[in-house]
């Protein structure tokens, strides 16, 4: 069965750092996702991208965040100067389409220290 | 947020049919009911989605009342693996005011041996 992948499974950085998380949607998905879950919080909404572009974002994606599908398979998060409170669970998802069920990687596992 | 109401926990015997309820009584008429799961920080997983009608697949059934203000997830025969935190969300289709998923607080279901 297809599924979204995420890489690295688990990463610690420097506050200050960038970071960049990976992930390969499904491959005939047009519709990609990030969200993020704090430990023991809800899971967010951060960034929904389409046709190359931001479709919709949330209060939490600010301009230290960004996407970009830099090739035909990959979708990378990227923060560009991580602080603690970016710990979390980053998620990343797809969509065949608008409207289409959303499946879910298993998640990148964020430290910053 | 989500415009679901659950419990926030249940448990059930292994073996027994899990029924899970879900209150939506703001739901449009363009919207769906999705459910999801989330085994321990895992990604969450797409369990089952449907507008009006019952629907069945090899992981749950849902039942949908005909006032679509609430529905039911019944895992028929819960075993210790379908312990997670399960999410109903609503969703506009194709079209919707919003594409994403608004995660709430889920019901924690807990399978006993």
Known sequence: ?113 | DAKTTQPPSMDCAEGRAANLPCNHSTISGNEYVYWYRQIHSQGPQYIIHGLKNNETNEMASLIITEDRKSSTLILPHATLRDTAVYYCIVRGGYGGATNKLIFGTGTLLAVQP
């Open chain 1, 1 to 113: 069965e297809p599924e979204v992948t995420q890489t690295p499974s688990h990463q610690v950085t420097q506050m200050g750092q960038e970071v960049i998380l990976r992930c390969v949607p499904i491959s005939n998905h047009l519709y990609f996702y990030w969200y993020r879950q704090i430990l023991g919080q809800k899971v967010e909404f951060l960034v929904s991208f389409y046709n190359n572009e931001i479709s919709e974002k949330s209060e939490i994606f600010d301009d230290q965040f960004s996407v970009e599908r830099p090739d035909g398979s990959n979708f990378t998060l990227k923060i560009r100067s991580t602080k603690l409170e970016d710990s979390a669970m980053y998620f990343c998802a797809s969509s065949e389409r608008e409207g289409n069920t959303i499946y879910f990687g298993e998640g990148s596992w964020l430290t910053v220290v």
